[in-house]
């Protein structure tokens, strides 16, 4: 039988955009004999569609859609049939009153053949707000398997071995359910966001999977960028010995179509189907293509977060602003790479206390990339708004509040350009900023988009170490950025973290250095410890109380901040629900 | 049997706070005979204690706190029970591992006697994310009822009328389970947030169940502000005959002590406990207090939401841009109630294209409140701001940039100021704004809670016009404002909006008719209709698709706007999860 792996990247609530882009996928993998097409979780929403699911209308659309979809496959590629997600209606008024569901796609018609039985409901996930579990297990009730049996699955449901996951919902397991069946191969059909050290956990639950069914599984996962995340595909199928014998590239669309054969076709008869093969489905199969390292892995999310978030909210031009600090560099280098350097725009705001080397390594950053700049010193409106507010606090503004005010005076000229000229402004700031309030709200904080939100500052500094390296030169070059030499620099690299808010100002002045503190705060964060735990085990008590304090504080800012592209298991953003007015 | 309706006012996450004031709660109830004290649903967390719940240690914490809680009322209330609301532990490793559950406290040790079995995940709730349903339907296990069977439930499981809430959740009917075992009192403790008809709502599920079970029912809400939900409390029993014999008040602390006695106490002895009556507990009851008319309810709401967010935060002050309309006059009203007049400072920001009127209504309304004010022109820094652009751009900024630029200025002053001051800043935005995206993120949106943002412009209109009628004039007695006389002014209620963030500006110019928009905004938002279901129903096409388009524009906006007082069905906020990159 021939099935194709479609690593699609969607845009969320487009249904209509969805249907057409699923139909191509369709037309272009035809070759005129059966071809079963299995495309990602709720493929003709684009996941999360989150609360667009609550509107009766975009649920009404969807048979119309389903239908159409069926006569153009007809028309066009009458042997191929879609495996598509949607969102099927229980038709119960009970909420909620939705299935995660798959529908089976073919020019005869189409239905339901899977409902969801694993709906996450933690961290970013929210399936129960929208969907009912199902409860039962299924086969592709598809003509043209070859007697080949193929279980179904969406997501979830393959995430059923705590000890590989380090968690598991509580409900059924749906593998052992098709393994009492008997099952063939499996197919898994997901929209699983990018996070570090996730493919090797994707791969290793699959080939839990395989090996309990002693059935290769096929995992297919969505790709692009949907707000703060950011699905990165690497699709791939997997045999029971756990070898790899397909993999589709990271975070980019493919379709690839394989042949599957039952390894002893001479006992294909029996009642019991015999154990799958994969063989190329073009005379001459590419290798395996090599997975990026867990640098390359990032940036490239990254960069494709910032591109999807862009293009997807209609703009073509960045802006940010250049501090001549190392978290506006990666920015830029992330924002060059999605967009092309000549559609990001960097300006440098110098205040009196900015640095002449800031300035001077902000400037060689942007000549590097080929990257426009311009400069706006801040010195004059710094007074304009002292004399505006002394009259009212019977002296100019001091201490945080004046250095909040610089922060703003920056972030309302880079809003005043943004606004004019048409541009997304990127946000700056990094995780470890984010976690104790190190940053200013409706300053430094302003933009649609907070790029390196989810990065710590030590996990900034080595994403720039791996950039600066000549082991980056093959990805730097097919995003195209400058291949060799230095990008961030050494300059950048190598000087100590200053918000340059007052004279000869370092982070370390009020912060623990990055070392100390990220480690803290990766587990208060995301392995909500306490500060107990973190004393029991070592952490000096007033560090560990002081920077939860700090944490605990910062609430009302991550509040208002904008969508943090999500890399880690916990970002700030909606995975993290924590009230403000709490103790 | 003696029982107290304790309708009391958590601090979230503050358990050890809170169990001293459940305790409290019982000492002051204490009549040295056998007392059951109601408290509100999760009332050793504070609702919604959100992600909290993931924090093992504050899990950990509870047992020690409900052992404690026992031995201190067997020192200081030896026959007072408590039935509290807590987390419990399911003891599974599979998520979520708790039960949203009860526990009766006793000065012989404590007990899970209950586990919430409808678990509320739409709008603003999570549940699902948290807890796992229990599946038993509970009578109270307390030696001391005289023979009467007490049926537990825990908010949600009440509202299992569809017809009358316009929906429920799929599960289980607990009042149905509890009918065939027979009670002859429900309880039901909740953590139900003010909305706009909610009371009445809430008193016919009450009432709906009460005749179901031929026995009445005792509802304990929660009261305060928690972030962007106002608990209103107004807890009361309610007879299955639908009358209402006992109610306390709305958006305020207190605990009612009442006796209960079977109405026939020669069949007290009979295998099924007879029907319950109420008894007053002390020899001259109050008559039972009028409820306030659905402004006055709004108003107290917003008051205690602004009160308890700057309380629980550990403000004292607050500060709100005036601009002469009635939006921030509004706010400044809720907030002089809210902190005390002397507590509220007013900023004045005019513009060049400030309208003369506007600065002395705003100073009329400021002296009216008795509140201080100070004025701040801004056309040096617009300059100043314009001159620093104008190389960059080649002019200065235009237009909407213009526009937003005047907004930010002023957000930037206020918030400087704030910081200075140690203010909390009040954001003065409405909903229909905030649904059009006339508004200006890091300008006008600024501050630490959005007072109004869950009130259309026309709710805005006639909550003012109630504020200046002499009916409002017990209850601004009541909240320390002038008790008659205009306080928001005919002069600010009658203008036509403006923005005046250009010459002569009207919100008219750039909006249909609040009168117009309000209908369709609420439709699309709280309904979630669809343009062409709107259309289908008599609204203009254009103005349907051209509202639609501006209301998902806007969500960007929103991501970043401050907690919003939720008190309609759908507040923008936790309840409302679009996607931004999305169509």
Redesign the interface.
């Known amino acids: 039988m021939l099935i194709a792996l479609a690593q699609l990247n969607p845009?969320?609530?487009?249904l209509t955009?969805n249907a057409a882009h699923l139909l191509q996928a369709a037309v272009d993998a035809n070759r005129g004999e059966p071809l079963l097409v299995v495309t990602p979780e709720l493929s003709l929403w684009?996941y999360?569609?989150?609360?667009?699911l609550?509107?009766?209308?975009?649920i009404a659309l969807q048979n119309g859609l389903l239908d159409q979809l069926a006569s153009d496959l007809q028309r066009q590629a009458p042997q191929v049939s879609l495996l598509v997600g949607i969102a099927e209606p229980?038709g119960?008024?009970?909420?909620?009153?939705l299935h995660n569901a798959l529908a089976l796609v073919a020019a005869d018609g189409w239905r339901v053949v899977y409902r969801k039985q694993l709906l996450p409901?933690?961290d970013v996930f929210?399936e129960?707000?929208y969907f009912?579990a199902g409860t039962a297990a299924a086969v592709l009730p598809w003509p043209h398997t070859g007697g080949l049996r193929l279980g179904l699955t969406i997501c979830e449901d393959l995430w059923v071995d705590?000890a590989l996951a380090g968690?598991?919902?509580?409900?059924p397991d749906p593998i052992a359910a098709l393994q009492s069946q008997g099952v063939d191969l499996l197919l898994n059909l997901s929209a699983s966001p990018f996070g570090l050290g996730k493919l090797a956990l994707r791969r290793q639950l699959a080939a839990r999977a395989a090996a309990r069914l002693g059935a290769p599984v096929v995992y297919v996962n969505q790709v692009g960028?949907?707000?703060e995340l950011v699905f990165d595909g690497a699709s791939f199928m997997i045999q029971p010995d756990g070898s790899l014998t397909t993999q589709l590239p990271h975070c980019r669309e493919r379709v690839v179509t394989l042949a599957l054969q039952p390894r002893d076709t001479a006992a294909n008869n029996g009642p019991q189907a015999p154990p799958v093969v994969e063989a190329p489905a073009r005379a001459h199969p590419a290798p395996l293509p090599d997975l990026p390292c867990e640098q390359e892995q990032l940036f490239r999310a990254l960069v494709l977060g910032v591109a999807?978030?862009a293009r997807?909210?209609g703009f073509k031009q960045a802006l940010l602003g250049l501090s001549g600090g190392i978290d506006s560099a990666l920015v830029a280098v992330i924002a060059a790479a999605a967009l092309g350097a000549d559609q990001v725009k960097g300006?440098l705001l110098p205040s009196p206390w900015s640095s002449e080397g800031s300035i001077s390594d902000a400037t060689a950053l942007a000549q590097r990339l080929a990257m426009a700049t311009?400069t706006?010193p801040?010195a004059?409106?710094m007074q304009?708004?002292d004399?505006?507010?002394a009259?009212?606090?019977g002296a100019p503004?001091?201490?945080?509040?004046a250095e909040?005010?610089q922060s703003?005076?920056r972030?309302?000229?880079l809003?005043?350009?943004a606004?004019?000229?048409g541009q997304l402004l990127l946000a700056t700031g990094n995780k470890s900023e984010l976690a104790v309030g190190y940053c200013t709200?409706?300053g430094d904080m302003?933009g649609?988009l907070a790029v390196i939100g989810d990065l710590y500052k030590t996990t900034v500094f080595a994403l720039c170490e791996w950039l600066d390296d000549p082991a980056a030169g093959v990805c730097r070059r097919e995003l195209g950025l400058p291949a060799s030499g230095p990008l961030i620099g050494a300059a950048i690299r190598h000087k100590a973290p200053s918000a340059e808010l007052r004279p000869d100002q370092k982070d370390s002045d009020s912060l623990p250095d990055y070392a100390i503190l990220d480690p803290v705060l990766k587990a208060l964060i995301e392995d909500?410890?306490?500060p107990?735990?973190l004393i029991a085990g070592g952490t000096d008590a007033a560090l560990a109380e002081r920077i939860m304090g700090l944490l605990r504080r910062a609430e009302?800012k991550r509040?208002?901040?904008?969508?943090v592209l999500k890399v880690s298991r916990r970002a700030f953003g909606?995975g993290?629900?924590?009230?403000?007015?709490?103790?």
């Open positions: 845009l969320v609530g487009d955009g684009g999360p569609p989150r609360d667009l609550l509107r009766p209308s975009l229980t119960s008024s009970a909420l909620p009153n409901s933690y929210d129960r707000r009912v705590e968690q598991r919902l509580a409900g960028g949907n707000d999807d978030y997807k909210c300006l311009h706006l801040i004059t409106l304009a708004f004399h505006s507010l009259p009212v606090l503004p001091s201490g945080l509040a909040n005010l703003r005076i972030g309302t000229l809003m005043a350009l606004n004019q000229q709200l409706y302003n649609g909500h410890r306490s107990e735990q009302f509040r208002q901040a904008p969508p909606s993290w629900r924590m009230p403000i007015a709490a103790r």
